[in-house]
């Protein structure tokens, strides 16, 4: 899996290893109070082709409060 960036490093750091990733997320607007969630991402390692059996196996994603 990788960050889709406008252009890819010569380092590969776009390429995201196998592991627990974690983001925080900060919505705000003038009109209405700030949320803040994190989202976790999974990327368990495998790859499978078939994208029904890669997104119920191979990564997981979950929203919850900070």
């Not at 390429?15 to 991402?41: D, F, G, S, W």
């Amino acid at each position: 899996m990788a960050f889709d960036l406008m252009v890819a490093p010569n380092h590969k750091g776009h390429i995201i290893c196998p592991a627990k990733y974690q983001l925080e997320i900060l919505v705000a607007a003038e009109n209405a109070h700030p949320m803040k969630r994190t989202i976790t991402i999974t990327i368990q390692g495998t790859w499978y082709s078939d994208e029904t059996r890669m997104l119920r196996d191979g990564v997981g994603a979950s929203v919850g409060p900070v």
